[in-house]
């Protein structure tokens, strides 16, 4: 596609749920990211794909999140047994290499009730 | 551990005027600089990208200029207008490959 695509655009979901957040990054593009913004606050790293090394997770704030990235393309965000404060915007950006720049999706608003 | 800043972290300005917003970064070890828009609940629009051998780029009104040694990028609003108005974000590229985005400045443009 000519952007970056996330979906659901918008997920409301009851406490203790799972959910999965989509991302689909522009084509050919080797790195992917994922970041988190609560609500008036900055933007948190959550984990890095580059092609087929292992991913960096040192972001992910605890074992209940997860992502994984079939086939080097599309991404998958995982949250278990969700929380309130797992609330936020969830931004994934993809790049081609460092000297093109990050281009980011629109975000999946996640409100956990 | 790279630390991104960013002054003022709110600006409200009549049309017209030109301004200027400032970030700083702790750790000079960056692959390039990126200046983001961001607008009320939506995502992140580049702007601008400053690799780390580069000086200063320009976009139409806009201009970002970057000093690695002292850690310094800054971006220049000519002729601000009200469709300017959003949340402006720099972001580092660190060699470990990780982004590290500054907290933002939230800019209001008066009509």
């Known amino acids: 596609g000519a952007g970056v695509s996330q979906s659901p655009s918008n997920k409301v979901t009851e406490k203790g749920k799972d959910v999965e957040l989509r991302c689909d990054p522009i084509s050919g593009h080797t790195a992917l990211y994922w970041y988190r913004q609560s609500l008036g606050q900055g933007l948190e790293f959550l984990i890095y794909f580059q092609g087929n090394s292992a991913p960096d997770k040192s972001g992910l704030p605890s074992d209940r999140f997860s992502a994984e990235r079939t086939g080097g393309s599309v991404s998958t965000l995982t949250i278990q047994r969700t929380q309130q404060e797992d609330s936020a915007v969830y931004l994934c950006?993809?790049?081609?290499?460092?000297?093109?720049?990050?281009?980011f999706g629109q975000g999946t608003r996640l409100t956990v009730v | 551990k790279q630390e991104v800043t960013q002054i003022p972290a709110a600006l409200s300005v009549p049309e017209g005027e030109n301004l200027v917003l400032n970030c700083s970064f702790t750790d000079s070890a960056i692959y390039n600089l990126q200046w983001f828009r961001q607008d009320p609940g939506k995502g992140l629009t580049s702007l601008l990208l400053i690799q780390s051998s580069q000086r200063e780029q320009t976009s139409g009104r806009l201009n970002a200029s970057l000093d690695k040694s002292s850690g310094r990028s800054t971006l220049y609003i000519a002729a601000s207008q009200p469709g300017d108005s959003a949340t402006y974000l720099c972001?580092?590229?660190?060699?470990?490959?990780?982004?590290?985005f500054g907290p933002g400045t939230r800019l209001s443009v008066l009509p």
């Open positions: 972001a580092v590229l660190n060699y470990g490959q990780n982004f590290v």
């Open positions: 950006a993809s790049s081609l290499a460092y000297r093109v720049g990050a281009f």
